[in-house]
């Protein structure tokens, strides 16, 4: 197939979907437009086998997402803080979900230490933790100045830690969720002991 078609193809699945999606919900596109109301923020990595709203269910307007290579919450990714800023005092969603899955393979180029270039920076602190990735991401995302803010103005929000298997399209949680700074000290106690 050439690049041509290959890009077509694309546009030719868009209509197909659309078709689809009117056929069984004419008003849906009308619907989805005029709404973005999520009650959970989504930050999974990029990998294209995991797709957040199909392997939760969720229709478009539920589910605000952030992904890049592994999962990765990091203070200085102003993409990531922006995010979870937005989806805190703008959206208002209340659990915030980071979510790994097994056969990463951004965490494998960790290990396997073959990194380059912004890669290597990217993920340089998961090839020490690579075991507790996702419990990482967790308190990556617990010190944040937007959810540390919302604990401190006594807002019900939680961080929740899950898996997801690509073998039998199965979500996992991982860790017990975190919802406030005395939890969030528990699990980083919990983690030096590990």
């Known amino acids: 197939m050439s690049e041509k078609h290959e890009i ?5 699945n868009n209509r197909q979907w659309v078709s689809e999606i009117t056929r069984d919900d004419p008003v849906f596109f009308a619907r989805t437009a005029s709404q973005q109301a999520p009650k959970y923020l989504w930050i999974g990595c990029s990998d294209s086998r995991v797709t957040p709203n199909q392997i939760t269910g969720l229709l478009p307007g539920q589910l605000f997402v952030h992904r890049n290579v592994a999962n990765v919450v ?6 990531c803080m922006s995010v979870v800023d937005f989806a805190l005092r703008i ?11 097994y056969d990463c393979a951004g965490v494998h180029a960790a290990i396997d230490n073959v990194m380059e270039g912004p890669l290597n920076h990217w993920l340089d602190g998961i090839s020490e933790l690579w075991e507790l990735n996702v419990r990482k991401q967790m308190l990556s995302l617990c ?8 604990w401190r103005q006594r807002k019900s929000v939680r961080v929740h830690g899950w898996i997801y298997e690509l073998k039998d399209g199965l979500l996992r949680k991982l860790h017990p969720d975190i919802g406030s700074i005395s939890q969030r000290t528990r699990a980083e ?5 590990f």
């Open 91 to 101: 959206l208002e969603v209340r659990h915030i979900i980071a979510c790994g899955h």
């Open 189 to 193: 106690s919990e983690l030096r002991n």
């Open 74 to 79: 990091s203070e200085t990714d102003l993409n």
């Open 8 to 12: 077509e193809a694309l546009f030719e």
């Open 143 to 150: 010190h944040t100045p937007s959810i540390e803010g919302a």
